[in-house]
């Protein structure tokens, strides 16, 4: 299972603002799956993210992508406010 306790540990200045929250810096897929030491990709780790995501709701995070998923698209992750 893919961890991404390394969100709460990302520094300030990684983060960016945006609308409704702060972002960090597109990620492409293999990018999000190296840091979370994930073996799933795609739909299975946003599966994850979210499993994650509702146990760590302070903050808040959110996950959204480029569709379709590929090793080249992105992914962002983001706190929400």
Same mark, same amino acid.
């Given at each position: 299972?893919? /961890?991404f306790s390394?969100?709460?540990?990302?520094?300030? /200045?990684?983060?960016?603002?945006?609308?409704k929250g702060?972002?960090l810096?597109a990620?492409r897929?293999?990018?999000?799956?190296?840091?979370?030491?994930?073996?799933?990709?795609?739909?299975?780790l946003?599966?994850?993210?979210r499993?994650w995501a509702?146990?760590?709701r /302070?903050?808040?995070?959110a996950l959204?992508? /480029? =569709?379709p =998923?590929?090793?080249?698209?992105y992914?962002?992750?983001?706190?929400?406010s």
């Amino acid at each position: 299972m893919a /961890d991404f306790s390394w969100l709460l540990n990302t520094s300030e /200045d990684e983060w960016h603002e945006r609308a409704k929250g702060w972002c960090l810096k597109a990620l492409r897929w293999p990018e999000l799956q190296a840091r979370s030491g994930a073996t799933q990709s795609g739909y299975e780790l946003v599966r994850s993210f979210r499993v994650w995501a509702e146990k760590h709701r /302070d903050p808040h995070f959110a996950l959204t992508w /480029d =569709i379709p =998923i590929t090793p080249t698209s992105y992914v962002y992750v983001c706190k929400l406010s």
